[in-house]
C-alpha cells in the first residue's frame, strides 16, 4: 500500500493472540532445555480465531494476521486471506458494505464453506460421513496452515520447532497429522504414537 498509510493512518500488520506466540515459544525453549536466543519457531495458535507467527531468537518477525483479525489463514468464521477486489465486486453486485463485510467476518471461513458449522469438530463429523463442502472446508484451513509454515520456514531460513497451540491446535490430533503430513518433504514430522 502506499507509504502514506502506514505512516499517517498507522496501517500496518499487528497480528493477533501475540501473548500466545510469546508464552508458547518461551515454553518450548524451556521444556527442552534450550535457549530462545538459538531457536527458529513457528507457532500454530489454531481455535475459532486462528494465527501463524514465526519466531526467531524470541521474537516474532512475521504473523499471518495483519491490520484486523480478519486476515491470514481461515477461520471459524472468518475468511482469511482474500483478494481485496472481492469487496468492491460484491457491492457491485448490489450487497452493502456492512453486509459484506459481516459476511467476511461471520458467515467465512470454515462456517461460510461448510455451510454447516464454525466448529471444526462438527465440520469434521459432516465430512466423514461424506459432506463434500465440509471435506472442502478442512482440506482449505490445512491448506492454509501450511502454506504459512512453507513462507515462514522459508523466511526462518529453516525450523528448529513446529508448535501447534490452542483448541484445534492442542486437541485435534487429525489437523496436526494432515498439516504435518503435507511438510514430510521438509523434514517435519509428527510421532503418532504420542
Known amino acids: 500500500i502506499p507509504r502514506k498509510y502506514y505512516d499517517e493512518d498507522g ?7 501475540g501473548t500466545s ?12 532445555g534450550k535457549d530462545i536466543k538459538d531457536l527458529k519457531i513457528i507457532v ?5 480465531g486462528a494465527s501463524v507467527t514465526a519466531v526467531k531468537g524470541g521474537e516474532s518477525v512475521d504473523t499471518s494476521m495483519g491490520l484486523t483479525p480478519l ?7 472468518r475468511c482469511g486471506d482474500i483478494d481485496p477486489f472481492i469487496i ?7 450487497m452493502d458494505l456492512d ?6 467476518t461471520k458467515n467465512g471461513g470454515l462456517q461460510g464453506i461448510s455451510g454447516v458449522s464454525n466448529d471444526l469438530r462438527l465440520v469434521e ?10 471435506k472442502l472446508a478442512v482440506d482449505i484451513f490445512c491448506n492454509d496452515i501450511v502454506r504459512y509454515i512453507g513462507m515462514y520456514y522459508a ?10 497451540t490452542a483448541g484445534i491446535g492442542e486437541h485435534n490430533a487429525n489437523i496436526r497429522s494432515k498439516v504435518c503430513g503435507k511438510l514430510a518433504h521438509m523434514g517435519i514430522w509428527i510421532d503418532e504414537e504420542k
Do not use: W
Open 11 to 17: 496501517i500496518r500488520r499487528y497480528g493477533f493472540h
Open 21 to 32: 506466540h510469546q508464552f508458547v515459544s518461551l515454553e518450548t525453549a524451556k521444556m527442552l
Open 44 to 48: 500454530c495458535h489454531l481455535g475459532n
Open 71 to 77: 486476515g491470514g489463514i481461515m477461520m471459524g468464521t
Open 88 to 94: 468492491p465486486f460484491l457491492q457491485k453486485e448490489g
Open 99 to 104: 453486509d459484506v463485510l459481516y459476511g467476511l
Open 125 to 134: 463429523e459432516a465430512a466423514a460421513e461424506g459432506n463434500e463442502r465440509a
Open 155 to 164: 523466511e526462518l531460513g529453516g525450523l528448529d520447532h513446529l508448535v501447534f
